[in-house]
């Protein structure tokens, strides 16, 4: 049975990941390394590597983060949802704020 993951992405998380898929595969052969080599750098088969480089959304993710691992590309993924860069998230904190704070409701420090 096929994973639903295909079918339930969508048409902008596809391209994403095609993208990133193609974006590997360009890193990889800058830097000379062989689909053998590459897949046994990261414990991979062959099939799998091939199905990163296409942008397979049934594949790991861990399976991508080792192959950005070996390029040395892995860094920055961390940053992808970032709590201090999500404007969306920050925009709906700002949007619970309060209207008004009464006098009554302020904070009591203890001494």
Partial sequence: MKSQAISTLSVTARKALVKLGADITVARKKRRISTVSMAERAFLSRSTLTRVE??????????????????????????????????LGLDLDEDRLPKRIRSGSQIKVRT
């Fill in 54 to 87: 296409k942008g397979d959304p049934t594949v790991s993710m861990g399976a991508y983060l080792s192959v950005l691992a070996i390029l040395g590309l892995a860094k920055n993924l961390g940053q992808v949802a970032d709590r201090t860069h999500d404007s």
